[in-house]
């Protein structure tokens, strides 16, 4: 298997790989041109990153500055909104249903690094997916770790670190976020 293909199965592969870079290359190009729109051009996102993405809903709006490692994975929904200074670190599937809203600073990480030293350095990871359903609302600075799925209506607070699923309609804040209110 190639290191995409294991990537996308969600195996350990190694990220220092020559197709890897060239799809991180092109995605950084799709977020430069984004980032870089004046803002009355910018009605929801750069047509490189539009074209780049793995799926978009209608009505999608995406502040900059954005970044994303590959775009490919990422699949948004109707009504998504994306504050400033988000990133999506999308080695794995994120799925983002309908009517989510991101503070500034959001980020959403799937690569869980290889827990031993030398294997790390030598670049192994794996991919795990993010989902968030609908209707939810995640707070500025806010970080979702991998592998996390987050139910519909849930709330997390700014600046959580949510390391584990949020059942629907949870408010959820604190690092490692936990359930409040």
């Known amino acids: 298997m190639s290191e995409l293909q294991k990537m996308q199965a969600g195996d350990w592969y190694c990220c220092l790989d020559e197709t890897l870079e060239a799809l991180r290359q092109t995605a950084r190009r799709a977020v430069h041109q984004h980032n870089t729109m004046p803002p009355d051009a910018r009605a929801a996102m750069g047509p490189d990153l539009a074209w780049l993405l793995g799926a978009t809903g209608r009505d999608v709006f995406l502040e900059a500055p954005f970044h994303c490692s590959y775009g490919i994975n990422i699949h948004l929904g109707n009504r998504v909104y994306f504050n400033a200074g ?51 609302w995640i707070g500025g600075g806010a970080i979702v770790m991998p592998g996390v799925s987050i139910g519909r209506g849930a709330i997390v607070g700014a600046g959580a670190v949510v390391t584990r699923d949020v059942a629907p309609g949870a408010t959820v804040a604190g690092s490692p976020a936990r359930p409040i209110g």
């Open 86 to 136: 988000c990133a999506v670190l999308d080695s794995g599937p994120v799925t983002i249903g309908d009517d989510v809203m991101m503070g500034p600073g959001v980020q959403i990480y799937c690569a869980e690094h290889h827990k031993d030293p030398g294997l790390r350095a030598q670049g192994l990871e794996r991919a795990r997916a993010v989902v968030i359903a609908s209707e939810v």
